[in-house]
């Protein structure tokens, strides 16, 4: 009976103390932003950006899908006087990064909004629920009760805290490159053409009646956020997808379904006072460089700095304007003609 007690003792001692490690150090900021002199380590980001929203120190807030995962904050930070953190959803649809902006917005008061604004995500259901099966629930709930499953998970003891670790031991983290993925990738236009699964057919592009519904309410969602939060400047950077990705739009019969999207969103988001788009799908010394690129629609890092250097300028070309609005949306559907029709065969000639 003793050794049982003493069993049951020491077993309740070691989970206290791995339960009170994992709250100490906290590697996915579900309690406390990083302790001090320790940087935050973010990697994970259905598992951290939930965590950092609601606990870190921050005034403007990056967000987008994982074409906006290689921006390092401080190239917004330097500029805007800001203090940046991501908010990331690969394939994330307007209704999740809106779930992420709102939680940001309960909890802080938000200077900017820097937005990577992807077209396919418009085509989402716009009232999808974000935090669902897929997710780890128990660091969204906001109930305590099924903190167990934090608390005491081998792979956060084991895993996740000898990262954060490590990373701060060695030295030379950048925390500005949180869910940063670019650094063991190949950038070429063999390799984005290896990725491009080109389809034989070309089927009938889709009734507007199909995407206009969709479109309009998942727009919907972000003009709630922008009146809501006249105070806060929000920035939607449209980023470059590859010649191969509007090829493939156009062979799938969407690619009306993208320009109308374009068209929509620049007519209903343009004319606010705390908005500004800057527009880079039709900047063709990118998007018919495929060497820039590692698939149809994933860029090399040089892109990202790029458009938030344009996005820190008043004076941009790629600005739109209610002035400029209709030449940024011709030159585009001129430019995905000339793709369709003409620069898509010195790669598929056939």
């Known amino acids: 009976m003793k050794a049982l007690k003493q069993f049951f003792l020491v077993s309740a001692a070691l989970l ?5 490690l994992v709250v100490l150090l ?36 990056l967000c987008g899908s994982s074409t906006a995962e290689n921006y390092n904050n401080r190239w917004f930070d330097r500029p805007f006087g800001a203090r940046t953190i991501k908010a990331i959803k690969s394939s994330g649809t307007t209704a999740d990064l809106c779930y992420y902006l709102q939680e940001a917005f309960d909890t802080h008061e938000l200077k900017h909004v820097f937005y990577s604004l992807d077209l ?9 629920n974000f935090v669902n099966d897929d997710m780890p629930l128990y660091l969204y709930d906001k109930n305590p009760v099924n903190d167990g499953k934090y608390l005491w998970n081998k792979d956060v003891i084991f895993k996740d805290i000898p990262y954060l670790l490590a990373m701060n031991l060695a030295g030379g983290y950048d925390e500005g490159t949180s869910y940063n993925w670019w650094e063991d990738k190949t950038f070429s236009k063999q390799e984005a053409l290896s990725h491009y699964d080109r389809r034989e057919t070309v089927s009938a592009p889709l009734p507007a009646s199909v995407y206009e519904p ?9 003009v709630r956020l922008i009146t809501a939060h006249p105070e806060t400047d929000f920035s939607f950077l449209l980023p470059p997808y590859s010649m191969l990705w509007w090829d493939n739009a156009y062979r799938n019969g969407q690619l009306q379904e993208y320009l109308y999207a374009r068209r929509r969103l620049m007519e209903r988001l343009a004319g606010y006072e705390n908005v500004k788009i800057f527009d880079f799908q039709g900047e063709e010394t990118i998007l018919l460089n495929l060497d820039l690129y590692m698939d149809p629609i994933h860029f090399s890092q040089k892109i990202n700095q790029r458009m938030a250097e344009e996005a820190a300028r008043e004076d941009s070309v790629y600005l739109v304007t209610e002035e400029t609005r209709e030449t940024f949306l011709l030159h585009m559907e001129a430019l995905t003609e000339r793709i369709v029709t003409r620069e898509i065969k010195t790669l598929f000639p056939a």
């Not at 396919?120 to 999808?128: I, N, P, S």
């Not at 969709?214 to 972000?222: C, E, S, V, Y």
């Open 214 to 222: 969709k479109i309009d309410a998942n727009l919907d969602l972000l």
């Open 120 to 128: 396919f995500a418009l085509d989402a259901d716009a009232d999808t």
């Open 16 to 20: 206290l103390a791995a339960g009170g």
């Open 26 to 61: 906290d590697p996915f900021y579900h309690y406390h932003g990083p302790l001090p002199g320790l940087k935050a380590v973010v990697t994970k980001s259905e598992y951290q950006c939930i965590g950092t929203i609601r606990t870190f120190d921050y005034d403007s807030v």
